[in-house]
């Protein structure tokens, strides 16, 4: 017999009273789990000059910053058929996190001077440099449009990294994010979740007084020469593979569906749709196509 039960039993022979579960209030749903507390952002140290050596295997990283539905594809595509660059795909280096287990670990790591972030960081690296390594190349680019949330952090844990903004004209990135499927995302639900993202990247550019800004219609009006201008602030030769960058001939493993099949395609820049008139931009996007110098 249970403790509790005894307890019960000799409460009620000395006092009359009896201790009962309360029932439970009858619903008809079920009632919701608690909300996960948020984890508190996590902290880190801005690597030295001189413990960039031991801290960080990448060196001078590019990272492209822009909204969703910018053409960054476009571009990531572009870079990576050049002979020095690798731009793999979005790797969402943001939501790799790093966890002590327990107070043990914790402390050990705060013996060597890393809070999560710096081992966060060191992940990313580690990781990014791996695909470096992988395709035998000098320079890696990361296109993650939720790069543009986190770009502070990103020159905090690579101070000599590069940063490229992509800007496209806002109308055209809502328009095709909407397009993307119209009856989930009305075109007003568009200008919202896209005018974050532009809101971050403008954020970014105007801090970054060294980055290096493109238009995706420039890209797509002259690659060449769009190109060239990318090259020259990368510091590498301008390579023409660049504007055939999607020929490619042979067996292609086919990520995700694990199976290999013929893969020959051309990959050349194509034009981009027609800019907005005046009276087609939304109320909303008029600030940020003033601000990208879309409109006067």
């Not at 403790?3 to 029932?23: D, F, K």
């Not at 190349?137 to 490229?164: C, G, H, Q, S």
Request: aromatic share 8%; proline share 6%; glycine share 6%.
């Amino acid at each position: 017999m249970s403790l509790a039960r005894n307890l019960n039993r000799a409460l009620t022979a000395t006092t009359g009273l009896q201790v009962r579960r309360a029932p439970q209030a009858a619903s008809g749903k079920k009632s919701a789990p608690p909300e996960p507390a948020k984890r508190p952002v996590a902290t880190y140290r801005c690597p030295s000059a001189g413990e960039l050596a031991t801290d960080r295997l990448l060196r001078r990283p590019v990272f492209i910053i822009s909204s969703i539905r910018s053409g960054s594809t476009l571009l990531r595509m572009m870079l990576g058929a050049h002979p020095r660059l690798h731009a793999p795909h979005e790797l969402h280096i943001g939501r790799l996190e790093v966890t002590c287990a327990n107070w043990f670990s914790e402390r050990a790591m705060g013996a060597l001077g890393l809070e999560r972030g710096d081992l966060e960081h060191l992940l990313w690296d580690r990781v990014m440099h791996r695909e470096l390594v992988k395709a035998g190349k000098d320079f890696i680019v990361e296109k993650t449009p939720a790069n543009a949330y986190m770009y502070r952090r990103l020159k905090d844990a690579w101070p000599d990294a590069r940063f490229v903004f992509l800007l496209r004209h806002p109308e055209s990135i809502a328009r095709s994010w909407h397009e993307t499927d119209p009856v989930k995302r009305p075109l007003d639900t568009a200008v919202t979740d896209v005018l974050r993202y532009m809101t971050a990247v403008e954020e970014a550019r105007t801090a970054d007084a060294d980055g290096f800004t493109v238009r995706y219609e420039d890209i797509t009006e002259d690659p060449g020469r769009e190109m060239r201008r990318l090259c020259e602030f990368l510091g590498v030769d301008y390579a023409p593979a660049m504007l055939n960058y999607g020929k490619k001939t042979g067996r292609e493993l086919v990520r995700g569906l694990g199976d290999w099949r013929e893969n020959i395609r051309t990959g050349t820049v194509q034009p981009g749709r027609a800019l907005p008139k005046e009276d087609e931009i939304p109320e909303r996007l008029r600030a940020m196509c003033a601000a990208w110098g879309y409109t006067s």
